[in-house]
């Protein structure tokens, strides 16, 4: 709370009186903290490969260009990072397209088992060399829900490819459609048989760069971001997004989506995304 005192002058008759202003800087203070915290986190990001690809590139210099096999695999780690370089910069360039709140969302009619057949045709080379299985299951009910199919792929795209990231070879992902109990809306859930999360950070999980191990997930090409890109895209659209998930046993994530009858979750969908 910030306080200010201002005293009223009046001429021959001195202080007369004083405002009083209350201002609320709470919020304020968080957003400027939270910012703070992410221009932090994104340099820190981006210098962790930047001094591994320096430092691989002195080391081809020192001479390890020489030796035609050790310099195959220097050359293999910074192309790596440049990789993932690039996918954090994308993920960066997505989350400021959220914010700045001018992408309008292109909401269509879109039939959902189809929705999820071509999500897993994207990824079945993943699940082949993995031997991981892949399941859909769409229940009674369910035919379209309304989206803007960019963003939704993109959402699938991040929540299967975190599901085959963090199981190991011979589990398997399902993919599980339903109507919600007040038939206004399809949720969408993503379940695997990996790592599992721990219950301490199943509550932050959804937090811009929050890893349940930083060194894992880097080592796997993560950018600690997509998930929190999946949640605002979703809260966009007017749905909800939840992580349920038993360690060592399996995580699965359900997201919902406006049913193609329910115009009144459209409109709202598309004031908020404005
Ligand atoms: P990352 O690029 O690190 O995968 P995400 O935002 O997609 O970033 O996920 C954040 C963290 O959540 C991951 O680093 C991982 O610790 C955890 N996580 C996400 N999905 C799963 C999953 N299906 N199983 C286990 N852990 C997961």
């Not at 195959?72 to 990789?83: H, Q, S």
């Not at 190991?168 to 992902?173: F, N, T, W, Y």
């Not at 932050?204 to 890893?211: T, V």
């Not at 929190?228 to 360690?247: D, K, P, Q, T």
């Amino acid at each position: 709370l910030r306080v200010t005192f201002t005293p009223i002058h009046r001429r021959g008759e001195g202080i007369t009186g004083t405002i009083v202003v209350l201002q609320d800087v709470t919020e304020q203070e968080k957003l400027d903290q939270s910012r703070r915290e992410f221009v932090a986190n994104v340099s820190h990001e981006l210098r962790t490969p930047l001094t591994t690809i320096k430092s691989y590139a002195e080391a081809l210099e020192d001479g390890a260009l020489e030796e035609q096999q050790l310099a195959g695999r220097f050359v293999g780690v910074i192309r790596n990072e440049t990789e993932r370089m690039i996918r954090l910069v994308t993920d960066l360039l997505h989350l400021s397209r959220l914010d700045s709140k001018h992408a309008k969302l292109r909401m269509k009619p879109i039939h959902v088992s189809e929705l999820l057949e071509e999500v897993l045709d994207r990824f079945s080379f993943q699940f082949r060399s993995k031997q991981i299985e892949a399941v859909i299951e769409v229940k009674e009910g369910v035919e379209q829900a309304w989206m803007d199919r960019d963003q939704i792929d993109q959402v699938l795209d991040n929540l299967v490819s975190n599901a085959l990231k963090y199981t190991a070879e011979g589990g398997s992902v399902k993919l599980i459609a339903d109507v919600t109990e007040d038939q206004r809306f399809v949720s969408i859930t993503v379940q695997d048989t990996g790592i599992g999360i721990p219950k301490k950070d199943l509550e932050r999980i959804f937090e811009r760069f929050y890893r349940v191990d930083k060194g894992r997930s880097r080592n796997m090409g993560g950018t600690g971001l997509g998930l929190s890109i999946a949640r605002e895209m979703v809260l966009a659209h007017g749905g909800s997004i939840v992580m349920e998930s038993e360690w060592n046993e399996g995580t699965s994530v359900t997201f919902t989506l406006p049913m193609k009858d329910s115009l009144q979750h459209l409109d709202e969908a598309q004031e908020g995304s404005e």
